[in-house]
């Protein structure tokens, strides 16, 4: 006859208690992070922990204290773009590093049509995570709305257009100024931009930055607006200024991957770079360093804009108000020699 050995009872609080020599209920607020606990106490704790083998019950201790120790990482971007964009990845692991450190989970929502619009606003509404820290959040965008109605802990990578909420960001605007400044100093006289995104924060100040460092230079015709941050946006728009005014002599292309779509067209109808058109973008993502020549562009911080956000959130998890200021960070130009 087969014999089964009787499974091993699970360590309790009662014998972490009786290991360490303190109350349990020191242990317990020891394990809920409370501060009175003595220092003495908690090594004397944490030795019985792995003394008994004791594995705390998350979801019990989660649901006394109503928590998930769950975040959804909400991006309003299409799945292609998703993969594409190097920013994003890395807003995501900036995030996911500062999340992971505090024991909370990430949930990755993409939300690319109305369906999905439904799906996540059904997965909310579900009370699975304790907030959410949302991307490339536009204009009128239901997600927004969604959020509002819920009221949960929400943090914005930028600054969402008309909401009046927590956000981390870079001035977009000025980079913006800053670089095309400098590729107007570098003596074009015919300066376009590529203009994406025009629907966000983002891509609108972008656009409003590039306006004034160009001043009465400016020309309206010499700016193509195309929807998105990616690679073919940026070969559309870069046939289009080319259709329209041949002689440009230099371009603002709103990201590096729209840049880099704009350099395949300039170097495909036999356009040198930087010798004929001096070309920027914005970013400091892999597709800068990819081309040939490298791109000029903007450094965007995406991974420690990431860990702001989570770090925003947790505060907001723990019980502080949001922070309706905005966490800026810096952003510098990066010349390299495609201007």
């Not at 959040?137 to 969402?160: M, Q, S, W, Y």
Request: proline share 4%.
């Amino acid at each position: 006859m087969t014999s089964f050995a009787e499974p091993s009872r699970p360590a309790t609080l009662h014998d972490v208690a009786r290991a360490s020599g303190v109350s349990r209920g020191t242990v317990s607020r020891h394990l809920n992070g409370e501060r009175y606990v003595s220092e003495n106490a908690r090594v004397a704790i944490e030795q019985a922990i792995l003394e008994v083998g004791y594995v705390p019950n998350t979801a019990a201790r989660n649901l006394v204290l109503r928590r998930t120790q769950a975040v959804a990482f909400i991006v309003h971007e299409p799945h292609a773009l998703f993969l594409e964009d190097p920013n994003i990845a890395g807003i995501l692991l900036g995030t996911n590093t500062a999340l992971s450190n505090a024991d909370y989970q990430m949930v990755c929502l993409i939300v690319d049509s109305d369906r999905d619009t439904q799906r996540v606003a059904r997965y909310l509404n579900s009370g699975f995570v304790d907030g959410a820290i949302v991307v490339s959040a536009r204009e009128n965008d239901p997600v927004l709305r969604i959020i509002e109605k819920l009221r949960i802990p929400t943090v914005f990578v930028g600054h969402p257009l008309g909401v009046d909420a927590a956000w981390v960001g870079i001035d977009n605007r000025e980079a913006a100024r800053a670089i095309t400044t400098r590729l107007r100093d570098s003596g074009r006289k015919r300066i376009g931009m590529i203009a994406a995104a025009l629907d966000r924060d983002s891509g609108a100040d972008r656009l409003t930055g590039f306006r004034a460092a160009l001043g009465e230079q400016f020309d309206e015709r010499l700016v193509e607006q195309v929807p998105l941050y990616s690679y073919s946006a940026g070969v559309d728009g870069m046939r289009a200024l080319l259709e329209r005014a041949p002689d440009i002599d230099g371009v603002f292309a709103a990201s590096d991957a729209v840049a880099a779509g704009a350099l395949s067209v300039l170097h495909a109808q036999g356009r040198s770079v930087p010798k004929d058109v001096g070309l920027v973008g914005f970013d400091n993502s892999s597709w800068a360093e990819r081309t040939v020549p490298q791109l000029s562009t903007v450094h965007q911080p995406a991974s420690e804009l990431g860990a702001a956000a989570a770090t925003e959130l947790l505060h907001q998890v723990g019980g502080a108000p949001a922070s309706t200021q905005g966490v800026i960070l810096d952003c510098p130009v990066v010349w390299r020699e495609s201007a």
